[in-house]
């Protein structure tokens, strides 16, 4: 299993050679139509680098598909949660989470988490609406696969 850091230093080197590298449109690089869900449940870690980084992920992946040829979801439960609730204090995240729902990527929300954990998604979170909550996430993730969303965790 590759470490956190590992992971954070091989997702730095790939975001600066993604910057150097040459642009391919989707259809040059063979991409078709597709559907994914992306899966948060952990902590973001020191100033949110881990949900930072999967935030640039899912921007990685538009703009090598297109966001006409992309469905995208984001499924958070447990830790993962504090995405969102991060998101209430800090631009950076502010500022990524809204350019991603403006290219059309769903942000999905456990309803056992918000119980549970007695977070009232209005207040708490940044820029949840009632359509935006699930009643299980693992159980949308299994629903979503069933649908054919390719799962990544990023």
């Known amino acids: 299993m590759i470490s956190r850091r590992i992971f954070a230093m091989v997702a ?57 040829n992309l469905e995208v979801k984001v499924v ?29 990527v769903g942000f999905n929300v456990c309803a056992n988490t918000l119980k549970g954990r007695n977070i009232d998604y209005s207040n708490d979170l940044y820029d949840v609406w009632e359509e935006d909550i699930v009643p299980s996430g693992v159980a949308e993730l299994s629903k979503l696969q069933q649908q054919g969303y390719t799962y990544i965790k990023p």
């Open 12 to 68: 730095l080197a790939g975001t600066a050679l993604a910057a150097t590298a040459p642009q391919v449109s989707a259809q040059g690089a063979g991409y078709d139509k597709q559907k994914v869900v992306y899966h948060i449940n952990y902590n973001g870690g020191d100033d949110n680098k881990s949900y930072k980084g999967a935030l640039r992920n899912i921007q990685n992946h538009i703009n090598a598909v297109g966001a006409e």
């Open 76 to 104: 958070m439960h447990g830790n993962g949660l504090g995405l969102l609730m991060a998101a209430k204090e800090d631009d950076r995240l502010q500022t990524s989470v809204g350019s991603l729902k403006s290219q059309n």
